[in-house]
């Protein structure tokens, strides 16, 4: 899941919080009795709390996101948070309202605790709670995922630079033959170099002695 996606999920989480709450402030406390009033006013403050941790976590996903996802949703947030110190000032009115119109009316308290707004409201922290266990799994997953990919991406770099670095000494050894080879080259071909200018001296001498012996015969026939 996407740093937008788990934004958008938080964001979802708190717009179904606000509408609660709103519900609550503008309809159930005003018309609701004393025990049930104290009732809603609990669940409503406790839903402001969960709306600020909500847009605290928020604000988090949103650091982590790229400018060009992040600046058009920095706005949407400040809204989020002036609208949840709204419900907090409006709350506060309407149950001071409330209390004050039932003082001057002598209303008193009815003891009647409606157990269905109490099962709905625990139900759906149950559900919102776990949404929240079930988005922080599929974090976890996907960042255990990539520590995974990241992990068999280094063994594979490894073998890589392994299988170079067997290579390199191959080639290295390879070289080194070769350049004895070429040492041994060398010095032949100088012995061979020396050799034949031996045999080029030899010949020649042998000639002088046959062209001197020559010559003798010669002189010692005709002269």
Not at 14 to 30: A, C, G, R, W
Not at 85 to 98: G, V
Not at 185 to 199: E, P
Request: charged letters at 30%; glycine letters at 4%.
């Amino acid at each position: 899941m996407s740093g937008s996606e788990i934004f958008e999920t938080y964001q979802k989480e708190y717009l179904t919080l606000q509408e609660s709450i709103s519900d609550k402030v503008k309809n159930l406390i005003p018309q609701a009795k004393p025990d049930q009033r104290k009732l809603l006013f609990n669940q409503a403050t406790r839903e402001l709390e969960e709306a600020d941790e909500i847009i605290s976590q928020m604000e988090v996903e949103l650091q982590s996101l790229p400018p060009n996802i992040r600046n058009p949703l920095t706005p949407r947030l400040k809204s989020y948070k002036n609208d949840v110190k709204t419900l907090k000032k409006d709350l506060q009115k309407t149950n001071s309202a409330a209390s004050d119109r039932e003082q001057l009316l002598g209303a008193g308290g009815s003891h009647v605790i409606d157990f269905e707004v109490t099962s709905m409201d625990q139900r759906s922290r149950l559900l919102q709670g776990t949404e929240r266990l079930q988005d922080g799994s599929r974090r976890l997953e996907e960042a255990r995922r990539i520590a995974i990919e990241t992990e068999n991406v280094g063994i594979s770099t490894l073998e890589t630079l392994n299988r170079q670095r067997e290579q390199i000494l191959r080639t290295r050894d390879t070289l080194s033959s070769a350049d004895t080879w070429i040492t041994k080259s060398q010095g032949i071909l100088k012995t061979m170099q020396r050799r034949l200018v031996t045999n080029k001296f030899m010949t020649a001498g042998i000639i002088a002695i046959l062209v001197v012996i020559i010559a003798v015969i010669i002189y010692l026939k005709w002269g």
